[in-house]
């Protein structure tokens, strides 16, 4: 080995090589963002509603019980596609009105049972949080997850 | 101690072993949770008690890392630091914030404050106001030690170690860019976790392990200097297209599946070499350094990471698995051995070298942190062999038959008793290290040793 590289030759590989992998990174990042805005997302339907339900989602810390896409804690189901699995993707009446009494039954207080705490969100939040839902369900996520389960 | 300025690191290691100390013990109260879920579940909701549990494991691995720089740059540039006064300042800013975060989650100030208020996004739920004092504490530190090393003798080591580290900080900048499109958001929140993990971190793991190594056995600079730039070259160039592994299934193209598949598989390759490296050279080593303690640690620390980031990784990294896997109890239990090993043992690897040292009780036989070592990596082992049948169970039932998650939650109580059993033993021997860092005075000397 000694004779095959010395210590300079690897310092250059190491900072060569660096530079390469990030600048392909950098060309893929940059065609995935395109992709995100053109294909992937609905950034027509995304409204203040959405935007506001996404703010809510994230100052009660929900993705630390959830999982959304499969990422959080795993500690509570996934609502990535939860809208669908409600089977209301297709009306935001109804998502709204299943979401609105979801989130005041809470704390069930059932004994053994893993516990959601209440948030005393109001409508209009409970609203964009239903709306936020039902964006992320049209995300396209390769097909992901397998099932409804989620 | 050759430089006076090393001192600092005493108090970096310190404040690390306290936030250390708080990590285990919020992940033994949430790991309660999964066993009696109605445990103070008003008082302390369960997204509480884990953020409290991750955040001070990023917490005091960071103060680790930086407690690390401040000790092996002196000796590497071989000067005193920059300033030590600054040094102090960095220490007190962090602590101040790490606080200040811990308050605002126990008791939810501030909610929906822009820059008071939780801010919700997985690790990086700080307040604003937090994360603009982590970037302060953050450029004072790259300050103080690049001016360290630009004045200074150049090794691979500390090219390598601020590499990592500058790396580190300018990646957290992303902390601060937040769209209101949850894909975007994702993609850029992984140039971060990803980035971080299993990027520039490892930088410092190997870098801080070179050193450990260059001190423990004796073995030539240029050999271990060479194969540091090696094992980094291959880290890189596997890890950062590797975070295509993140890519798949949230928004992005399809094309990341196969890029993701084969860079992360390959990011095997650098643990496998740390891990090897560490055993040659202490083979081939012919000092017999009395800290036996810290070589326990940094073997460990190799062999550990090999197989929780490496292997475990491994197992859920191609995108037809993961496919099924993604999101599961298998995630967790990846999470736990690879953190543990690559991060948590480097860090308690250097802490255990360089403490007695600092604190002027060198050489000494450390039984107590051996002990510690069995402990802790036991637990840790079980710990991920229970969630790994945990996960298989739910990935089978959930993402194969379709059954509901709270369903299988209830059925897979027995795994989360074990589970806290074995996080119980990894409490035990993380008090233990940090007894055995700070009280004894005098320890077992074997016959032939000092």
Not at chain 2, 11 to 21: C, D, E, T
Request: charged residues 15%; contains cysteine; negative net charge.
């Amino acid at each position: 080995m000694r004779e095959v590289m010395t210590k300079t030759m690897a310092r250059n590989v190491f900072y060569g090589g660096t530079l390469f992998f990030i600048a392909i990174f950098l060309v893929l990042s940059v065609q995935s963002v395109g992709h995100i805005v053109k294909n992937s997302t609905n950034t027509a339907t995304l409204t203040e509603e959405v935007e506001l339900g996404k703010r809510v989602w994230e100052r009660h810390s929900c993705v630390n019980c959830h999982t959304i896409l499969g990422e959080g804690a795993y500690f509570a189901p996934e609502l990535g596609n939860v809208m669908s699995r409600w089977d209301v993707m297709d009306d935001p009446e109804g998502a709204f009105d299943v979401l609105k009494g979801w989130m005041e039954a809470q704390p069930s207080g059932i004994e053994g049972r893993r516990q959601m705490p209440q948030f005393n969100l109001s409508d209009e939040e409970i609203k964009g949080l239903a709306e936020f839902f039902l964006w992320v369900g049209t995300i396209d996520t390769q097909g992901w997850p397998p099932n409804d389960a989620g | 101690m050759k430089y006076q300025s090393q001192k600092v690191a005493y108090w970096y290691f310190l404040a690390a072993m306290a936030v250390f100390a708080v990590q285990v013990l919020g992940g033994l109260w949430a790991g309660w949770i999964y066993v009696n879920p109605n445990f103070f579940s008003e008082l302390a909701p369960f997204n509480v008690v884990r953020m409290i549990h991750t955040n001070a494991l990023i917490v005091w691995l960071l103060l680790g890392f930086f407690g690390a720089a401040y000790f092996l740059i002196p000796e590497e540039a071989e000067r005193e630091l920059q300033s030590p006064f600054l040094a102090y300042v960095q220490l007190g800013i962090l602590l101040l914030g790490t606080a200040g975060a811990v308050v605002t989650y126990a008791f939810d100030l501030f909610n929906g404050n822009w820059l008071l208020g939780m801010e919700g996004r997985e690790f990086i739920e700080q307040p604003v106001w937090v994360k603009l004092g982590i970037v302060v504490a953050a450029l004072i530190f790259l300050y103080n030690i690049s001016l360290t090393v630009l004045k200074g003798r150049k090794t691979a080591i500390t090219n390598v170690l601020l590499l990592g580290l500058w790396g580190l900080v300018l990646l957290f900048l992303f902390a601060f860019y937040n769209p209101a499109n949850l894909a975007l958001d994702k993609m850029f929140w992984w140039y971060i976790v990803h980035l971080w993990v299993e990027g520039t971190w490892e930088l410092v793991m190997a870098s801080i392990l070179a050193f450990l190594l260059l001190k423990l056995t004796g073995v030539d600079r240029e050999i271990v200097e060479k194969w540091l730039y090696i094992i980094v070259a291959t880290a890189l160039f596997s890890g950062i297209l590797g975070t295509g592994h993140h890519y798949y299934w949230i928004g992005t193209p399809g094309y990341w599946q196969w890029v993701g598949s084969i860079f992360s598989a390959l990011e095997v390759v650098p643990f496998f070499a740390m891990m090897s490296f560490s055993f040659v050279m202490v083979w081939k080593g012919k000092r017999d350094h009395p800290n036996k303690a810290a070589l326990l640690w940094a073997l460990g620390a190799a062999t550990v990471a090999f197989f929780g980031a490496g292997v475990w990784g491994f197992l859920h990294t191609l995108h037809g698995v993961n496919y099924y896997t993604h999101g599961t109890q298998i995630t967790a239990a990846h999470g736990h051995l690879a953190f543990f090993g690559a991060y948590v043992s480097v860090n308690l690897a250097i802490i255990t070298y360089a403490m007695p040292i600092l604190s002027g009780r060198d050489p000494y036989n450390q039984v107590l942190n051996m002990a510690s070592f069995w402990l802790m990596t036991g637990g840790m082992a079980f710990m991920t062999f229970v969630l790994t049948f945990a996960g298989t169970v739910q990935t089978h039932l959930q993402r194969v038959m379709g059954e509901n998650f709270m369903e299988i939650a209830e059925g897979l109580h027995l795994f989360y008793l074990m589970r806290w059993g074995a996080g119980a033993a990894v409490v035990t021997g993380a008090l233990l290290f940090i007894y055995a860092m700070l009280v004894p005075r005098r320890e077992v000397i074997s016959k032939n040793g000092q």
